[in-house]
């Protein structure tokens, strides 16, 4: 009977360990379940997040490119005398060289002084032979700290002297500079072809547009008719994004574009390039007096691909000649481009580039 009493009880306490086990087991599959379903959670947050940012991306983009005109407007005209040079030097900073090294002192090399008893018991032959030494320590690091000095003096010296040859490099480049800038100014004021050129070439370069608007361009000046004639890349229809927007599809688990209309698409490119055009007429207008420029010559063209021939092609799509007068009465942060470039001229409208 012991036995089977044993045995029961053995049985009982397997299936309490069991049942313990199972409920393990079970917490721990509850646990995994869990865990899952947060990770998927985390990966469908970020993954909606990515294309919340590549739409939002798009949409700065756009917003940018729709801008190119207005954000123009009220900036100040360049001037000659923004283009003139100021000596770029920092003032001199001799970092660790500049602080005096500290001298040693006496007080850190002194041996301490033999008491009462120690004098009674013969010890100022020993304290005559420490100070001695202490005596000899503390001139080999007088020794030390003169010649660390004289090296951190002469490494200042030399220090300042890279700088001042610096400032005086700096000045005398920007002398130079200053003096070529006169130079042109007062052959732009004598209406001299090459300094006009020279000038409206720099009012092109110092424009920032948004990342991917191209930026060559050709100037060239009649001075008898006072007329600017500029050659400008201008924007292709591949600038305008392609997709209005990104989502997340789940069931594939990717980000996808919302493709943008092509027709949306050309009348963005068409907008675009004709603000272009406007704003570069704008900038050498506002940059150069009437008594040296009287009218502007813009032809505008974009790099595209010949679908006929494949070959690289750059037709003109945007050309207008504009007087100052006419272009003055203008209010450009209110006109709709293509039909203010069709008013200042008598081509026709400016057509967008061919895909």
């Known amino acids: 009977m012991a036995r089977s009493g044993s045995l029961s009880a053995w049985e009982q306490r397997l299936a309490a360990q069991r049942r313990q086990d199972e409920r393990l087991a079970r917490e721990r599959r509850q646990r995994d379940r869990e865990s899952e379903r947060l990770r998927q959670q985390e990966h469908l947050e970020s993954r909606e997040q990515a294309a919340e940012e590549q739409t939002a991306a798009v949409r ?6 729709g801008e190119v005109l207005a954000s123009a407007l009220p900036f100040r005209p360049l001037t000659f005398e923004r283009l003139l040079a100021a000596p770029r030097v920092p003032d001199f900073d001799p970092g660790p060289l500049g ?18 008893l120690g004098r009674l018991l013969g010890a100022g ?72 050129q020279w000038f409206v070439g720099c009012v092109l370069r110092a424009s920032r547009y948004p990342d991917g608007v191209p930026r ?17 890349e201008l924007p292709p229809r591949s600038l305008v994004p392609a997709a209005r927007a990104y989502r997340y599809v789940k069931a594939r688990d990717a980000i996808e574009p919302v493709p943008r209309q092509e ?12 603000c272009v055009a406007l704003r570069v007429l704008h900038e050498i207008f506002g940059a150069t007096p009437p008594e040296v420029v009287r009218s502007v010559a813009l032809t505008g063209w974009v790099s595209t691909v010949d679908r006929a021939t494949g070959q690289p092609a750059r037709p003109v799509v945007v050309s207008v000649s504009a007087d100052r007068s006419a272009f003055g009465d203008l209010v450009l942060d209110a006109v709709d481009p293509a039909t203010c470039l069709a008013h200042l001229t008598s081509p026709s409208l400016p057509t967008p580039a061919p895909p």
């Open 216 to 232: 060559e361009y050709q100037v060239a000046y009649d001075p008898q008719a006072r007329r600017v004639a500029v050659d400008v």
């Open 125 to 196: 032959a020993r304290q005559a032979r420490q100070l001695a030494e202490a005596q000899a320590r503390f001139e080999a690091a007088q020794a030390e700290h003169r010649h660390q000095e004289a090296e951190r003096r002469r490494a200042l010296a030399v220090a300042k002297a890279k700088y001042d040859r610096k400032v005086t490099e700096e000045r005398a480049d920007a002398a130079a500079r200053n003096a070529y800038v006169a130079s042109r100014q007062s052959a732009f004021a004598a209406g001299d072809a090459g300094a006009v």
């Open 263 to 274: 027709s949306e698409i050309s009348q963005a490119h068409e907008r675009l390039v004709c």
């Open 60 to 65: 700065e983009q756009m917003k940018a490119l």
């Open 99 to 116: 602080p005096v090294l500290p001298a040693p002192h006496w007080d850190d090399f002194a041996p301490a002084a033999a008491g009462g």
